[in-house]
């Protein structure tokens, strides 16, 4: 049997044990980067983080990242307490004090603060925003191409939990990915509302079909930075890509499937609900994606 893996699989770097990290202005050693107990992040999952990563000394799509960490803050009503230029000075701190240049993954981490009281009103969150930013030496490795399970669990309404926003309440995703492990998989596929195929616990969702590239609407996913990058890619580079509805039925006769992500860029995908996807572990339009992604991202940290 196939041990478990995950998209986010990199190995193991030595040099994350002594990272220092940012916590509210401060630059502490790894061992030192602590938060409240009462933090409204820990207790209640309140708050919203970034994912981004660092080639060749620059954060890749900055720009974008900072356009999604200060809309999902608006919509949560968190005042992160400084403005794009104070966040990107504190990124650029971080990654001096770590002396690191490239293969960095960063998770940008923003909480409503400290609470006085251990209950969910906002208003008892007066010491605050908590702000911590981790930056780990991580190259993606990963030894075969993911396994995916359909799950029960599916991804929210808009006036429930948005699936658009990167909040630190991940219970529903985590519970997606125990449950596609206990089926004997890597990480879940997520259906939306509707039954349709919608994404996985952790990344963006991709099938190909006779060369087209389709993928779900958008209504009830993450908006993935990495995700529009590569429709993007495909429109201006003659690959048709369709944003619709498409069921399991569609999935499992695809030729080709892949996650997207800040971490692993685009992911293959060998086999869904115990049928296998595709006859290579990275299939043609999926292989000219990736590369058509590496010139973006060479392009962009020249």
Not at 91 to 103: G, P, S
Not at 195 to 210: D, P, R, S
Request: hydrophobic content about 40%.
């Amino acid at each position: 049997m196939q041990t478990n893996i995950t998209t986010h699989q990199a190995a193991d770097d030595q040099r994350n044990d002594t990272i220092k990290i940012y916590v509210n202005g401060k630059i502490v050693p790894r061992a030192q980067a602590v938060v409240s107990v009462y933090d409204s992040g820990f207790m209640l999952g309140d708050g919203v983080w970034e994912g981004l990563r660092l080639y060749n000394g620059v954060w890749a799509f900055l720009d974008d990242h900072m356009d999604r960490l200060f809309e999902a803050a608006k919509a949560i009503d968190l005042d992160i307490g400084m403005d794009r230029a104070g966040v990107i000075a504190a990124l650029e701190a971080t990654r001096k004090a770590n002396d690191m240049t490239t293969d960095v993954h960063v998770r940008l981490m923003v909480t409503r603060g400290v609470k006085v009281k251990p209950f969910q009103h906002p208003s008892l969150s007066r010491t605050g925003p908590t702000i911590v930013i981790i930056c780990e030496h991580s190259k993606p490795s990963l030894p075969r191409p993911i396994r995916l399970a359909t799950v029960p669990h599916v991804r929210g309404l808009p006036m429930t939990q948005d699936p658009k926003l990167n909040s630190h309440s991940k219970l529903n995703c985590i519970l997606a990915c125990i449950a596609a492990e206990k089926a004997g998989a890597d990480e879940a596929l997520m259906l939306d509302i509707n039954g349709f195929v919608n994404t996985t616990n952790a990344c963006n969702f991709f099938i190909v079909k006779k060369g087209v590239v389709w993928t779900s609407t958008g209504d009830y996913c993450m908006n993935g930075i990495t995700r529009q990058k590569v429709i993007d890619l495909c429109r201006a580079n003659g690959i048709e890509c369709l944003e619709r509805n498409y069921s399991l039925v569609d999935t499992y006769s695809a030729d080709e499937a892949f996650l997207t992500g800040t971490f692993g860029a685009q992911t293959p995908v060998s086999e869904i609900d115990g049928r296998k996807i595709g006859e290579t572990e990275l299939g043609p339009v999926t292989k000219r994606i990736r590369a058509l992604y590496a010139a973006l991202i060479a392009a962009e940290t020249a």
